[in-house]
């Protein structure tokens, strides 16, 4: 079945350092990707997304490209933040019949001053 | 809009109690979904509703899980009797369409805890 793999976490980064979580999918045709971050005590806010191959999804300084010849959708951020500390989760979702968002399992991000 | 709306925000409950956590969908989203996370199992999708009828419940752990939504604005999900193992965060989600390009809505979820 479809299926979404992640970076295990946590990935630990000092404020203003460059920032990729690794997010590579299984599926048997041509999903939708997003990202979904998780603030401490919160719920799933989605981040960016993309629903072609080649399209890029941007966000709060965010930004996802969907590679489909690596079936990839690596986030990346030039400079992160205090604030950026979360768990990121990479999701797939098809397009036919009652598709619903396959999620990974979530990286967390803990950025120190 | 007011985006998903989930209470309690946080219940506390006996062991053998019957728990009943409830969500608001936005409005004109045709499917509404409910997630349990846990540290140890992560994100897992319990059941969903497409304009208010079940489409799949595989995701329900157990008998004593139930969930209704008898009118596109409100759906519960139901707990009886409620067990220490169940304690986790409880979320609600909807989306709009089926169409591959919409993501989910997330409420802010239900923390559960059986004692």
């Known amino acids: 079945g479809d299926s979404v793999t992640q970076m295990e976490g946590p990935v630990t980064l000092s404020e203003e350092a460059f920032l990729t979580i690794n997010c590579t999918y299984t599926?048997?045709?041509?999903?939708?990707l997003f990202w979904y971050v998780q603030y401490p005590g919160e719920g799933l806010q989605l981040l960016l997304k993309a629903t072609k191959a080649d399209d890029k999804g941007s966000n709060k300084g965010f930004e996802a490209t969907y590679r489909k010849e690596t079936t990839s959708f690596h986030l990346e951020k030039g400079s992160v933040q205090v604030s950026d500390s979360a768990v990121y989760f990479c999701a797939l979702r098809m397009n036919s019949g009652y598709s619903t968002l396959t999620f990974g399992k979530g990286t967390m991000l803990l950025v120190s001053p | 809009d007011a985006g998903v709306i989930q209470s309690p925000r946080h219940e506390v409950t006996e062991m053998g109690q019957e728990v009943t956590l409830r969500c608001k969908p936005i409005s004109g989203h045709d499917y509404l979904f409910w997630y349990r996370q846990t540290m140890m199992r992560g994100l897992e999708l319990l059941i969903y509703?497409?304009?208010?009828?079940?489409?799949?419940d595989s995701g329900m752990p157990e008998d004593r899980f139930s969930a209704k939504m008898p009118n596109a604005s409100f759906s519960t999900l139901k707990i009886q009797p409620s067990e220490p193992r169940d304690s986790a965060v409880y979320f609600c989600?909807?989306?709009?369409?089926?169409?591959?390009?919409?993501?989910?809505?997330f409420g802010s979820g239900t923390r559960l805890t059986v004692v």
């Open positions: 989600a909807s989306s709009p369409h089926r169409g591959a390009d919409y993501g989910y809505t």
């Open positions: 509703f497409n304009n208010n009828v079940p489409i799949d």
């Open positions: 599926a048997t045709g041509y999903p939708s």
